[in-house]
């Protein structure tokens, strides 16, 4: 329950970072997404946390056309985090990363030429809007690897501090492992 507790609190923490003042697209909600998938194990919990974290900001920001998209994305980043990151290693993190980027970024995208009627709804419409879109991707591309290294790093980093949020280990060889069993 204590590490269920930090997760929540971890993705919660960061979920508010959305509504800091940021460049656009610098967000932590692909990361946030990841991190769930890859730590939550309830699975339906590594769905819900990163959608109610972006629907309450969300509440708090405004909504917007093609939301339901960017929700979409959410959800495959989150399946994408339970099947890359079923092992967490840096070069899963960063190729996880940069997966979500592209993810969201096709996904977004593809609901902004749906949902907004700034574009014709055909081929070349598509384009357009993607192409138009490609000065954006730098900024997630760039907020994804941020927010994973920042979220994953520091709760590796809890992990080593407090023993008892490790996950797959039995209370008997945490306790055995406590400063204070010695």
């Known amino acids: 329950m204590t590490r269920l507790i930090a997760l929540l609190s971890a993705i919660a923490a960061v979920a508010a970072l959305r509504l800091v003042p940021h460049p656009p697209n610098f967000s932590p909600i ?4 990841l991190f769930s998938g890859a730590y939550l194990a309830r699975r339906w919990l590594a769905f819900a946390a990163p959608l109610a974290a972006l629907l309450l900001s969300d509440l708090i920001l405004g909504f917007y056309p093609g939301m339901l998209f960017q929700y979409a994305a959410v959800i495959l980043i989150a399946l994408l985090g339970m099947v890359a990151l079923s092992r967490v290693t840096v070069l899963r993190l960063v190729g996880a990363a940069f997966a979500s980027s592209v993810l969201f970024f096709t996904v977004s995208n593809f609901g902004v030429w749906m949902t907004s009627g700034m574009y014709p709804q055909s081929l070349d419409g598509l384009g357009a ?4 879109a490609i000065p954006f991707f730098q900024n997630t591309l760039f907020g994804d690897l941020f927010y994973t290294a920042l979220m994953f790093g520091s709760f590796a980093l809890l992990e080593h501090l407090v023993p008892r949020l490790r996950a797959g280990e039995s209370r008997l060889a945490q306790v055995a492992t406590s400063p204070r069993a010695l």
């Open 129 to 132: 809007c993607y192409v138009a």
């Open 30 to 33: 692909d990361a946030m997404a």
